[in-house]
T-cell receptor, first 112, second 110 residues
Framework: NAGVTQTPKFQVLKTGQSMTLQCAQD?????MSWYRQDPGMGLRLIHY???????DQGEVPNGYNVSRSTTEDFPLRLLSAAPSQTSVYFC???????????FGPGTRLTVL | AQSVSQHNHHVILSEAASLELGCNYS??????LFWYVQYPGQHLQLLLK??????LVKGIKGFEAEFIKSKFSFNLRKPSVQWSDTAEYFC????????FGAGTRLFVKA
């Protein structure tokens, strides 16, 4: 099993550009989530999904969109990148919202 | 609102010293508590978890944590740290909106 995979590993954007961060898992997990990690702030939940077709907002959803058309994939879209979105983004999945989460390797995003 | 507070942001220890990292949470319902670790250059992985039962839980690499309901605490401990324990440690309360603490960076001097 590959576990949770994320692409790309690194990305540099200019302010106003849009892009999609990809996340996939092969563990048939129902629950998937996106976090951003900033120094001194831990991980903050952006969006989560409890199954295909069902998504909801986390703590910091503004500027991000998600969709979940399949169990395996959970892409995160930045609509119009801003320097405040410079961060490391982690995708995670778990068998149920209350169980341990398995994390991907992260995407380091810089917005100029 | 739910919250998780980690008391120490940076900890420096010498090898063989004992470790205790504090974690307090604010949550109204049944708690599922976790400690995750992020080694340099790696992604987060589970260290240990508490769902119910024995409040003293043991995890990987000799780590343990104690759930004290009356104090809303879930402190992480290790009797003797090694250089390889250098990492960032996160406490979390699980749920539909999992909340993580700000993290504690541990540096162990060889």
């Amino acid at each position: 099993n590959a576990g949770v995979t994320q692409t790309p590993k690194f990305q540099v954007l200019k302010t106003g550009q849009s892009m999609t961060l990809q996340c996939a898992q092969d563990m048939n997990h129902e629950y998937m989530s996106w976090y951003r990690q900033d120094p001194g702030m831990g991980l903050r939940l952006i969006h989560y999904s409890v199954g295909a077709g069902i998504t909801d907002q986390g703590e910091v959803p503004n500027g991000y969109n998600v969709s979940r058309s399949t169990t395996e994939d959970f892409p995160l879209r930045l609509l119009s990148a801003a320097p405040s979105q410079t961060s490391v983004y982690f995708c995670a999945s778990s068998q149920g919202a209350y169980n341990e989460q398995f994390f991907g390797p992260g995407t380091r995003l810089t917005v100029l | 609102a739910q919250s998780v507070s980690q008391h120490n942001h940076h900890v420096i220890l010498s090898e063989a010293a004992s470790l205790e990292l504090g974690c307090n949470y604010s949550y109204g319902g049944t708690v599922n508590l976790f400690w995750y670790v992020q080694y340099p250059g790696q992604h987060l992985q589970l260290l240990l978890k508490y769902f119910s039962g024995d409040p003293l839980v043991k995890g990987i690499k000799g780590f343990e944590a104690e759930f004290i309901k009356s104090k809303f605490s879930f402190n992480l401990r290790k009797p003797s740290v090694q250089w390889s324990d250098t990492a960032e440690y996160f406490c979390a309360v699980g749920g539909f909106k999992t909340i993580f603490g700000a993290g504690t960076r541990l540096f162990v001097k060889a």
